[in-house]
């Protein structure tokens, strides 16, 4: 799935495009929209208890519907509250953005094992797609500086039914603290193993050979794949 960077920077390019503009009026809180389907990274809740949708799922939009369907009253409450709707436009634009990665990327070229020699090399590269758009939103977003900027002190008076507001409040400065995080390769190490294979030592084998040369191997997947492959699937999600 895209990174935090990545929800960040495809959020703000989906609010200029559909002109509702939630980055100036109450950008801290449409950012911390944007990324906290993944607040689990602390919670250790299972993904659909935030996502409202399974790995499984091949339409755009389920979740958002699902979301709307169990928590009708939320929404509700978001249509007299500024701070509400803001939050909300930035959770089910991450929403959608995993649904795209899902339906446009993963699924036709890297999970159906016919541009790679293994299911394991194939997911590694995935990861490493990840990775490097990850990469390209850290220059978008000045290294995380916007980020950090307005996420500091965010007023965040709307609750949410099934996000405790301590929690919240854990995430947000969770989310401070990672903005100083530099981007680095070796990320590649931890995120190849989040995969149904357990071939641990072949799994390994693939990193090293990737970090090896990284950009020769990057020009190799990008070989694979259609042209401007990261802008449409950008364009996809700011449409949706």
């Not at 495809?10 to 939630?22: H, K």
């Not at 390769?185 to 995969?195: C, G, N, T, V």
């Amino acid at each position: 799935m895209p990174s935090l960077t990545t929800h960040f920077d495809v959020a703000i390019e989906s609010d200029s495009e559909d002109d509702s503009f939630f980055i100036n009026v109450n950008p801290g809180v449409f950012l911390l929209g944007s990324v906290t389907p993944d607040i689990r990274i602390i919670s250790n809740w299972k993904r659909d208890h935030t996502h409202f949708s399974s790995l499984d799922d091949r339409h755009i939009g389920q979740g958002a519907k699902n979301m709307k369907t169990q928590y009708p009253d939320l929404f509700k409450r978001a249509e007299s509250s500024e701070t509400g709707k803001a939050f909300l436009a930035g959770y089910i634009n991450h929403l959608v953005a995993d649904e795209t990665w899902i339906n446009v990327i993963y699924s036709p070229y890297f999970g159906n094992n016919s541009l790679f020699d293994t299911p394991e090399e194939a997911n590694l590269y995935d990861r490493v797609l990840q990775l490097e758009l990850d990469r390209l939103s850290r220059l978008n977003l000045s290294n995380m500086e916007f980020v950090k900027e307005n996420i500091t002190d965010i007023t965040m008076d709307f609750s949410i039914d099934f996000l405790p507001e301590s929690l919240v409040v854990k995430w947000t400065d969770w989310l401070l603290e990672s903005t100083s995080w530099e981007f680095s390769w070796q990320r590649i190490r931890r995120l190849a193993h989040r995969q149904k294979s357990k071939n641990v030592e072949l799994i390994d084998r693939l990193v090293e050979s990737f970090l090896d040369d990284v950009p020769k191997n990057l020009s190799k997947l990008y070989d694979k794949l259609p042209d401007n492959i990261i802008n449409r699937y950008v364009a996809i999600v700011t449409k949706n």
